[in-house]
């Protein structure tokens, strides 16, 4: 009787865990709202900037947007209120001078504690973010990236990161010697999987930290690529960053994973089934 009654209460705290985490974010997304700058070049010469910034009840936060010299307003703009914020649309001349190289920034975050984010569309298709405080108040917009330039960033990270997983491999190889080629034998073998899932040991339990933890990394660097490629920038953050924060997502993909299916496995009673089950799909 005990034991029904905790599985029940397991399997309640499983269910509701997803509702706390999506109120907790909530409330944390209201608590520290950042301003946005959104400058986007159009056909033309001339560029729309879009500038939101949160209000306290009905008063607006003491920052002003700082642009370009070049600009030149091509009228007053207009403004609007939206619940917890005043969005101000302007916009400018900028006489046919190219955005690259040009800094932004907001003035009164030294004294306000509030984030901004910059958002940088140009013509050409690319985009450009930074997420401005107090101690970094500005931001500069790049110069323009070649596609030979940007080819060989890309062809840099990946070869690195394939050294990272061989250089990994072949520290393996060199101590796992015997255990690595059960491993690799076992992915089309039932029998000898079956096998290494009877022996396992501290020395299986390394290979398969290490393994993992390579393509964790390899996955991270495989992501960032994509997303650069398509230049998608979830997180809006510098390019180190967003590798790590795509490798710690799938990192906390693989874990959630993980104790899902061990936490299935014991409200039903068949743990054994699904250590079977992550073994196998783990190689």
Same mark, same amino acid.
């Given at each position: ?20 985490? @999506?109120?907790?974010? %909530? ?7 950042? *301003? +946005?700058?959104?400058? !986007?070049?159009?056909?033309? $010469? ?38 917890? @914020?005043?969005?101000? %649309? ?7 001078? *190219? +955005?690259?190289?040009? !800094?932004?920034?907001?003035? $009164? ?175």
């Amino acid at each position: 009787m005990m034991l029904a009654s905790l599985k029940l209460r397991l399997l309640l705290a499983f269910c509701l865990l997803p509702a706390l985490l @999506a109120f907790s974010f %909530t409330l944390h997304a209201d608590e520290f709202r950042p *301003a +946005l700058l959104e400058v !986007t070049e159009q056909d033309g $010469g001339w560029v729309e900037v879009k500038w939101k910034v949160p209000m306290l009840g009905e008063q607006v936060l003491a920052l002003t947007p700082v642009l370009p010299e070049f600009f030149t307003p091509m009228g007053p703009g207009s403004s609007h209120r939206v619940p917890g @914020a005043l969005i101000e %649309t302007s916009s400018f001349s900028t006489s046919g001078r *190219a +955005l690259n190289g040009a !800094t932004v920034g907001v003035d $009164g975050l030294s004294a306000v504690p509030a984030d901004v984010v910059v958002q940088v569309n140009l013509l050409d298709g690319s985009e450009h973010s930074a997420i401005l405080r107090s101690n970094n108040p500005s931001f500069t917009i790049p110069d323009e990236v070649t596609n030979s330039e940007l080819a060989g960033s890309y062809w840099s990270m990946g070869t690195i990161h394939i050294l990272e997983g061989l250089i990994l491999l072949a520290w393996l190889k060199l101590f796992y010697h015997k255990f690595l080629n059960q491993m690799m034998q076992s992915v089309s073998n039932y029998q000898l999987s079956a096998k290494l899932l009877r022996d396992q040991n501290l020395f299986s339990k390394r290979v398969a930290i290490a393994l993992n933890i390579n393509f964790i990394f390899i996955g991270g660097a495989f992501i960032y690529l994509i997303f650069g490629y398509y230049n998608l920038q979830p997180f809006r953050l510098n390019d180190i960053l967003s590798y790590l924060c795509y490798s710690g997502c799938l990192m906390l993909l693989l874990l959630v994973r993980y104790v899902v299916l061990h936490i299935t496995g014991y409200l039903f009673d068949n743990h054994n089934v699904f250590k079977e089950y992550l073994h196998q799909i783990f190689l």
